[in-house]
């Protein structure tokens, strides 16, 4: 680790299927997490039921505010290690936690889902309608629907969901 910690979001890799656990253990250790959920169907043989599921498997974000804490918060229980990319640990701004927090909470966005793969073509957009408001996305082009990607540059990930045609303005 270098010599100064930057403060703000970093990525918490945990034990997997344990996300809930060690969102809740850090919450209760006065420690600011978030753990994105989606809603998705879960098919048996003889039923569906809706569950919520971690958007980022083993993953789980942690607001950092002191050196002390970066150390403590690898105390919780089921917690790993923080997500690097080469020597720099993988921080997420302020900004990209708010394009999260809308996108898994606007009840309106369907098949979302997230993907490592860039796409080489597609239109920037901004969203102009809901809870979205101002968000810069990227159109996809598949299975005529209208697909947009928002990209976590820190993690190095897509956010994948489709939206209303209507919602879409050119990004300036």
Not at 161 to 169: E, F, G, R
Request: proline content about 3%; overall charge positive; glycine content about 4%.
């Amino acid at each position: 680790m270098s010599t100064t910690l930057k403060l703000g979001w970093y990525v918490l890799y945990v034990r997997s299927c344990q996300e809930k656990k060690v969102h809740q253990l850090l919450q209760e250790n006065q420690f600011e997490s978030f753990l994105p959920m989606i809603k998705t169907v879960r098919q048996w043989s003889d039923r569906k039921k809706t569950i919520y599921k971690p958007f980022f498997p083993s993953y789980v974000f942690v607001n950092i505010r002191s050196p002390k804490e970066f150390h403590n918060v690898l105390n919780v229980k089921e917690a790993c290690a923080y997500i690097r990319f080469g020597k720099e640990y993988a921080r997420v701004t302020d900004k990209e936690i708010d394009q999260i927090m809308l996108l898994v909470g606007d009840k309106n966005i369907i098949d979302i889902e997230t993907s490592v793969v860039f796409p080489k073509v597609g239109e920037i957009k901004k969203i102009n309608y809901g809870s979205l408001n101002g968000l810069d996305c990227e159109i996809i082009e598949a299975n005529n629907c209208n697909k947009i990607i928002v990209r976590i540059d820190s993690l190095q990930q897509n956010i994948i969901a489709t939206i209303p045609l209507h919602s879409l303005i050119l990004a300036s």
